[in-house]
């Protein structure tokens, strides 16, 4: 962000918080404006990131036609009508068609669409939909689980609620795969 963007947006956030009844110029709050600017430059970074270079540039030809899974990936958002965070986990499964993708780069996917403003259900299908058109698998499946702080710390107020998404592509519309995928993700954690 250039010099005059920077400022701009620093003058807003020291007005926002003399709005809020705050004084900007104390102690604790005289650098909140950088930190914020920076926080949510962090937060949305995924919108700077081509999810079609991740995938496809570590694509690996593998006779392998059974299905892949990697579950537990951590997710970090943003709430796009409130701007409040939302966290959770995501598992995604996919079966192969001729190719794998190193197993790291399906994380890096979640981040990409993650890091930006979002909603859940538009979050689950657009990291299900890359996989799809970039891997060309027989079929993929994606699981998110988040909580929202948009619920638990206004409007309703319910700390303990748990938000479940799903995207079945190809393969996984077949209820015995969509049925296997869901088995593997929901079996108990082994120890390590």
Sequence with gaps: MD?????????KLQELLTDLGEDPSRDGLQKTPRRVIESLSFLTSGYQDDVESVLTGALFDVEYQDMVIVRDIEIYSMCEHHMLPFFGRCHIGYIPKGKVVGLSKLPRVVDIFSRRLQVQERLTNQISSAIQTYLDPVGVGVVVEARHLCMMMRGVAKQNSLTMTSSMLGSFQNLETRSEFLSLISANKSQF
Excluded at 3 to 11: A, G, L, Q, T, W
């Design 3 to 11: 010099d005059v963007r920077f400022r701009y947006h620093s003058d």
